[in-house]
């Protein structure tokens, strides 16, 4: 069995190894790096090429978005590899994903079932469409606010191309930093933090990159966890300790379920 402990340091930045055993490869990747090949641009630094620097026999099991930072799961060979193909696409996963979005929901819990057609405009997005969309569904919870911002915890039970992001910007929430379906604009301290007194020419964004994460996988025979990259972790932070109430009740809820 290969050891990814081994990769150059300057490699390791783009990836961490969560889990590995004689059949699966799990990683938390880096927000900016595409899991595999890109139609539009397939010379782009990748996940799986860097992996296999170390170990040839890798096969992709499921993508996340280039911009999303979190869990991927590789089989070690065909028959996991089939076998873990066949229980995603038979719903046996459970997904979980911690999203920063725009505006203060007005609701606890939330699920939208709006049909998906990948690659349906100009921009290649995913586009809603309830005839000729496929199913898609995805339960939110509520977790915290701050500002004009607020925490999300993502239940996809359906994999769809930016399943996520549409669905959350459909509510009215996109995911903050989002370029296809929101706004890039980064997220500044000083938007919500009461009696911020910075210089505002010296200013450095919280966040500038979208601000979701793949933080769970619960596979038919393995749970996996991706702790959060540094930059979401110290946005969330910010965000609690400045969100309104009772300090007790925001650290009893403001991170969901451990």
């Not at 630094?45 to 992996?51: A, P, T, V």
């Not at 210089?199 to 619960?218: S, T, Y």
């Amino acid at each position: 069995m290969e050891n990814f402990d081994k990769i150059p340091k300057h490699k390791q930045k783009k990836f961490t190894v969560v889990y590995e055993d004689p059949f699966i490869l799990g990683v938390n990747k880096a927000s900016g790096l595409a899991v595999g090949g890109d139609r539009w641009d397939n010379a782009k630094e990748r996940l799986d090429r860097l992996l296999q620097e170390k170990q040839r026999n890798l096969f992709t099991v499921h993508r996340i978005d280039r911009d999303t930072s979190g869990l991927v799961v590789f089989a070690k060979d065909p028959e996991t590899h089939r076998r873990l193909c066949q229980a995603f696409e038979n719903r046996e996963v459970e997904k979980r994903y911690i999203a920063v979005v725009e505006g203060r929901p007005s609701w606890q819990e939330k699920t939208c079932t709006a049909p998906l057609v990948p690659n349906g405009d100009k921009q290649h997005r995913t586009i809603i469409d309830k005839y000729q969309g496929k199913k898609a569904l995805t339960r939110f919870r509520l977790l915290g606010t701050a500002g004009n911002y607020a925490l999300i915890e993502a239940l996809p039970e359906t994999g769809r191309t930016h399943q996520i992001r549409v669905h959350l910007a459909s509510l009215g929430h996109p995911v903050v930093c989002d370029s296809l379906y929101g706004r890039v604009k980064p997220v500044l301290l000083s938007s919500f933090k009461r009696g911020w007194r910075g210089d505002p020419q010296k200013e450095r964004p919280l966040l500038a990159r979208l601000g979701l994460h793949g933080a769970l996988l619960k596979l038919p025979e393995i749970s996996l966890e991706a702790a959060l990259p540094r930059d979401l972790a110290a946005f969330i932070a910010q965000m609690k300790k400045n969100s309104p109430g009772d300090p007790r009740e925001r650290e009893a809820s403001f991170y969901g379920r451990p």
